[in-house]
């Protein structure tokens, strides 16, 4: 057995779903016209050393080779090709995939980010040379969970070399997502341990950011309609700002970005799609369904919004959301046409995403581009 004869089973859970497919036939040639033109710009990007963007981030080249290798026509393309070369050339023997910062920083190289979105882009290669540095990042990941004596136990930071007590959702939802859609690589370990993570440790933690006070008896929680069941950033922090009662006690407000990410790392924790906490998620982003802003942060993070929410939804495995009021919502159709609509077309009929709004990095067309690809790759499949 060989990655590549298991690369169709890396995206199985993702594609999984209880209803058929809800996309018009119309609105699929589209979304797939614009895949094809974004696959054809982001190839035009690359540079000759084979990265994308910035070398000092891998995981700007990550999210390239990531959205080519889930198309059969790019997947063995020179850009992957190349791209791999230069992933495997900052992979260390540690099993991380970052790049050493020339000044510390907070977060560091953003190590375990880094080498999460990494590990999953190489493993979508299909190929079987990349197999070592996919198991040995594994172990580096697993190896990142928090599990010191606090309220971030259990979660995930940016770089736990720094031996910081922090630990966030976004972090937390990607190495969870890198273990799952890497999973299988462990059958074809030939020797060693498997790498695990406490996914309980990791189940009480993404609880300890839910806004919901049957599952999170923290102070913060704010329990109304506007905030119920959606996300906060960490157990400390919420980036869409906070609530003031009139006794003087502080809410943190739910946001789109964070609440698709809590749902989908509480499926990849192994919570039951069924579970009060999940549907409690689900409920909040049918009241707050809106892809014209990331709700709660408006053009901040937006596609990272769509890619997150892209993922979540599919894993849920529903193409229609029902809220607890009976509110449907067609979330792959209006998905679909939304990012179409924000393509833009460059001089030579390529396509490319960018967002006018910096925070996030997302002025950056070839990162957000990169999440739009896999974004709408994963909401046209049925």
Known sequence: MTLKTTFVSIFCILLTTHTHAQLSESVRREGEDAVRRGLQWIQEQQHEEGHWSSPQWP???GFPVWALSMNESTRESEAVEAGVAFLKSK???SGGIYVDPEVETRGGGKSNYNTAICMVALHMTGR???RPLVLKARHFVAAGQHLGDDVYHGGFG???ATNRAYADLSNTYIALEAM???EDAEDLRSSGERAEMDKQAAEAFISRIQNRKESNDAEWVADDDGNRGGFAYHPRESMAGTITADDGTVYFR?????TYAGLLSLIYADVDRSDPRVRSAIDWSVRHWSLDANP???????YYFYNVLSKALAVYGENQLVGEDGTRVNWRQELVTKLVSLQRIDENGLGYWKNDENRFWEADPVLVTGYTLIALQVALQE
Do not use: H, P, R
Request: aromatic fraction near 8%; hydrophobic fraction near 40%.
């Open 254 to 258: 739910s946001f789109g970005s964070m």
């Open 91 to 93: 992979a260390k023997e």
């Open 128 to 130: 079987d040379d990349v």
């Open 59 to 61: 995981a700007l080249t």
């Open 158 to 160: 940016y770089e736990a």
């Open 296 to 302: 709660g942060m408006g053009n901040q993070g937006l």
């Open 180 to 182: 799952a859609l890497t």
